[in-house]
Structures are given as C-alpha cells and as structure tokens.
C-alpha cells in the first residue's frame, strides 16, 4: 500500500493550491482519508479528515472555511483543495489513511498508512 502526495509549491499569502493523494491498491476502500502538516520545528499537526462511507469531514479551527477535502474512490484519490493560504500554512503536507471508525481521527497515531509528504510555502 503507497500514497503518494503531490501539488505542493511556493505561492504567495491569498492564493489557493490543490493538493493530491493517489493511493495504490484498494487502501481507499474502507479507509477514512486525512491531511496532516508539519511546519519546521514543530509537531504534525490535523489539517482534514473525510470518512469512507458518507464521505463527511471535519477540519480544526486553523483551517476551517479555507481548506476542502474531497475523495474520488473510483479514482483512488484524496484532494487537499487550499485557498486563502496563509505564511502559517507553510509545511510539509502528509496525506494518510486509517480504517473506517465513528472516529474522527486526529492524531497521527490513528493512521495506519502515511505519504511522503509535498512541501508547501506561502510567501507575504
């Protein structure tokens, strides 16, 4: 099982970014999709999670309103769809699944599958 993150860039503080998530296999069937980051220096932090079966998401307070995750299961692929980014958005963005669960799942340790990450930096 492989994701692979991709999208990420340098972009000026307003603009917006798609991130992508392709996933190898069927680790999308039964898996709740999320987005995490890790700004340098800091700890990894929840960005997005959206469930397997009603596709619903749930974001934290920092991005709520501007983030937008988003799934294609025929696809195998989860989007991160970004806009009015922020300097405090810059960070490396992980994608990562985890078994299906009435669980949000906002920690890292709820996931079972992690890409490799794709750098975003916004710029002022």
């Known amino acids: 099982v492989q994701l692979q993150a991709s999208g990420g860039g340098l972009v000026q503080a307003g603009d917006s970014l798609r991130l992508s998530c392709a996933a190898s296999g069927r680790v999308l069937s039964r898996h709740d999709m999320g987005w995490f980051r890790q700004a340098s220096g800091k700890e990894r932090e929840f960005v997005a999670v959206?469930?397997?079966?009603?596709?619903?998401?749930y974001y934290p307070d920092s991005v709520k309103g501007r983030f937008t995750i988003s799934r294609d299961n025929a696809k195998n692929t989860v989007y991160l769809q970004m806009n009015s980014l922020k300097p405090e958005d810059t960070a490396v963005y992980y994608c990562?699944?985890?078994?299906?669960?009435?669980?949000?799942?906002?920690?890292?340790?709820?996931?079972?599958?992690w890409g490799q990450g794709t750098l975003v930096t916004v710029s002022s």
């Open positions: 959206i469930s397997w079966r009603e596709g619903a998401t």
């Open positions: 990562a699944a985890k078994p299906s669960s009435s669980l949000w799942g906002t920690v890292s340790n709820d996931y079972e599958y």
